[in-house]
């Protein structure tokens, strides 16, 4: 039997899948090799799987996984041992003996997948005979950002895994996670010191999420939005993001008194009841979260339908996370995310009091952009992301109400040219002086008014400039580079651009504006109906197969049961996506039950008789 062969069969019979997505057999063959890696890949992608399988693979070792949160750790050994597989963690939560009881299993080849956090592993580790460190297989870092000071949500305990390496040289180390420019995926590699670790980076696109932005919507009008909007998924789970924590205490105080099942959760809020709330989310018990950013790194629940921002989030980074907690199954969610003018000063405040002022503005104008663009959502998320993405989605609202547009390709050449013979020296603002040929100091300091390209666009103004510059950086023309002065650098699909190899089209500039307190009116003005479409469809507009909605309901009361029954989350027993595919085939034996979507053989032994039972009940037989 060939590895492959031995990984497909662990997959089909631990997890219930018949092949690998994407990367994921490359990045697992390449770590069997030895290899040190740098995995990027979206939430739901199936990070897990590539640390996973080469614990499970190796005949006497086990793999180490550091995670930074305790109830993410406590999930996925749940869920693995729902499949049958020996996954345990050593933490502060566990008593003393219970820790020392998982040691013993360690010693005794008794575990396959460890997980523990980075200020445990560094303490626990120096106490392990030989005979535990010489069978670890695999340090895999989950969250990796957090390590480097360019993330966006920096760790400073996890600097100190850059010892692993000096001290277990041979051992592979897999750094994943799903969010990660250009500079923090090399200042990762940096500090876990793998300089030459291999770049694995599977697409961001979460196609299954349709992306939104209300602009302007203010207190009633956006509340009243927002009611709606949950009412189109009544009996689906949902986050709901807010700024502060009165602001979330606030808005699941609105909800309940509508009728909405709706909890807050922040970092002011003690332990247990944190716990609590999310213990009640992740069981279905609850439905809506109104969260602060404190909710939802630790949440590996695969049936969240939809993230709302109540406000703008303080970054693309933080913003990306946030909405792929939602549709982790695949299945159709939505993202929508209110923007208002009073959001940006008080994000701008925020970014003030921060230690990194200057890159927290920087990237807090990013995500303003974003909201504001009239160019297709997700082309500006990817290509944030450094991954090209040259075409229009069909699943934002920007693709949904289309802008006028142009051949811009033209304006897209003078603007490249100009950054080229700057050598990509030059910051935006410096660029459009370039183009208009303004005369300022800069400029004719480092000589850029005698420049072939100084003022080729000078039948633009400067607003229309600066606005067709930034489709430019949102379309992946060029990026910043945030370590070396905000200096912009083309990419390869803006050196297609600039030497007539690919065309682009430009939104046609329109002066907006915000006003920052506006003018009382007798009557508030209503509130606009949101209108999205709740049908099973993919992003190119085909239906999903049809299933049958009352057998799925049906199922999902077994699931529940179950999992009540067993002390689990209903997903841990199955995904929405597997009972999708139950009341689509309606499996009525165990052969045929064994074959659905997300059935290892552990579940089938343990479940194939409630389900198909419902499913004969259902149609009579």
Request: hydrophobic share 35%; aromatic share 10%; with cysteine.
């Amino acid at each position: 039997m060939t590895r492959e062969q031995k990984a497909l069969m662990l997959l089909r019979s631990c997890y219930g899948y018949d092949s690998f997505r994407g990367q994921q057999w490359d990045i697992i063959n390449h770590t069997l090799d030895g290899g040190d890696s740098i995995v990027l890949m979206p939430t739901g992608g199936g990070k897990s799987l590539c640390y996973q399988i080469p614990g499970l693979m190796s005949d006497e070792g086990f793999a180490i996984v550091i995670s930074p949160l305790l109830a993410l750790m406590n999930d996925q050994i749940d869920a693995l041992q729902q499949n049958g597989i020996p996954a345990l963690a050593l933490n502060s939560e566990k008593s003393e003996t219970e820790n020392r009881q998982t040691v013993d299993l360690l010693m005794h080849g008794k575990v396959k997948l460890l997980y523990i956090s980075p200020e445990k592993l560094l303490t626990e580790i120096d106490r392990w005979s030989s005979t535990i460190t010489d069978r670890i297989c695999l340090f895999a870092v989950d969250e990796a950002h957090c390590i480097s000071q360019w993330g966006h949500d920096f760790r400073p305990e996890y600097t100190q895994l850059g010892t692993l390496k000096q001290r277990f040289p041979s051992v592979p180390i897999m750094a994943l996670t799903a969010t990660a420019d250009r500079i923090t995926r090399d200042d990762i590699a940096r500090q876990l010191g793998t300089p030459h670790a291999q770049l694995f980076i599977s697409s961001f696109d979460r196609p299954n999420i349709s992306l939104n932005v209300v602009q302007g919507s203010t207190g009633k009008q956006k509340f009243r939005q927002i009611v709606q909007f949950i009412n189109l998924h009544q009996g689906e789970s949902g986050i709901i993001y807010c700024l502060r924590r009165i602001d979330a205490e606030k808005m699941a105080q609105k909800l309940t008194a509508v009728g909405i099942q709706a909890r807050p959760f922040h970092a002011g809020m003690s332990v247990k009841d944190k716990q609590q709330i999310q213990r009640d989310f992740i069981n279905d018990d609850l439905k809506v979260v109104c969260a602060t950013i404190a909710f939802g790194m630790g949440i590996d629940k695969s049936n969240v339908r939809y993230v709302i921002h109540s406000n703008m989030p303080r970054n693309i980074e933080g913003y990306y996370q946030e909405i792929g907690r939602a549709g982790r199954d695949g299945l159709p969610a939505q993202a929508l995310m209110f923007y208002s003018y009073g959001d940006v000063i008080t994000l701008q405040q925020f970014a003030r009091q921060s230690g990194q002022v200057q890159v927290n503005m920087d990237k807090l104008r990013r995500m303003q952009e974003f909201a504001e663009s009239s160019v297709c959502r997700r082309r500006i998320l990817l290509n944030y992301f450094n991954e090209r993405y040259d075409h229009d989605c069909k699943n934002c609202d920007v693709c949904d109400n289309p802008p006028a547009r142009f051949d811009g390709t033209t304006y897209a050449q003078m603007a490249l040219s100009a950054i080229k013979r700057t050598g990509e020296q030059a910051g935006m603002y410096t660029v459009t002086d370039i183009l208009r040929g303004w005369r300022k100091a800069e400029v004719i300091e480092k000589g850029y008014d005698r420049l072939k390209t100084f003022g080729v666009g000078r039948n633009l103004t400067t607003g229309e400039w600066n606005a067709y510059l930034l489709q430019m950086l949102q379309l992946g023309l060029f990026e910043v580079a945030y370590d070396e002065s905000n200096h912009l650098k083309i990419t390869e699909y803006g050196n297609e651009v600039l030497y007539g190899r690919q065309h682009i089209e430009l939104s046609k500039y329109e002066r907006r504006s915000f006003n920052v307190k506006k003018a009382p009116t007798s009557q508030p003005s209503p509130a606009p109906d949101l209108t999205f479409s709740t049908e099973p469809t993919l992003p190119d507009g085909r239906q999903i197969k049809q299933m049958d909605k009352e057998l799925f309901e049906r199922l999902r009361d077994v699931r529940k049961a179950l999992a009540t029954a067993s002390h689990i989350a209903p997903y841990m027993v199955f995904s929405d996506k597997s009972l999708q595919a139950m009341a689509t085939q309606k499996p009525t034996t165990q052969a045929e039950f064994s074959i659905i979507y997300g059935v290892g053989e552990l579940k089938c032994q343990k479940y194939w008789r409630p389900f198909t039972a419902a499913i004969r009940d259902y149609l009579s037989l």
